[in-house]
Nanobody, 120 residues
């Protein structure tokens, strides 16, 4: 199973970028799709996720600025990032988690990272 992420780049503070991640249809339909990021010398952290039922959650640091959405026709999840700040600079990873009824992680799939650099 492969997740294909794209959309990173260099942007000035206050600018916008949209990340995309495509997945196989079976993965997209059943997994919680999310974006994580990892800055230099930092641990990987959750940015946002969206469930097959379109429930979303965001880290406090991006609430009100980032929006996660899914397009079932294209099996693609998007992360619209607005009002970007230098502290958003990181490698962003697409993730697909298949969760059991208890919330246990059954499978955990990662895409390649895409670098987002925000200049001040």
């Amino acid at each position: 199973v492969q997740l294909q992420a794209s959309g990173g780049g260099l942007v000035q503070s206050g600018g916008s970028l949209r990340l995309s991640c495509s997945a196989p249809a079976s993965t997209f339909a059943t997994n919680r799709m999310g974006w994580y990021r990892q800055a230099s010398d930092q641990e990987r952290e959750l940015v946002a996720y969206i469930t097959p039922g379109d429930e979303t959650d965001y880290s406090d640091s991006v609430k009100g600025r980032f929006t996660i959405a899914r397009d079932s026709a294209k099996n693609t999840v998007y992360l619209q990032m607005n009002n970007l700040k230098p502290e958003d600079t990181a490698v962003y990873y697409c993730n697909a988690k298949l969760l059991g009824f208890s919330g246990a992680i059954i499978t955990d799939i990662w895409g390649q990272g895409t670098l987002v650099t925000v200049s001040s």
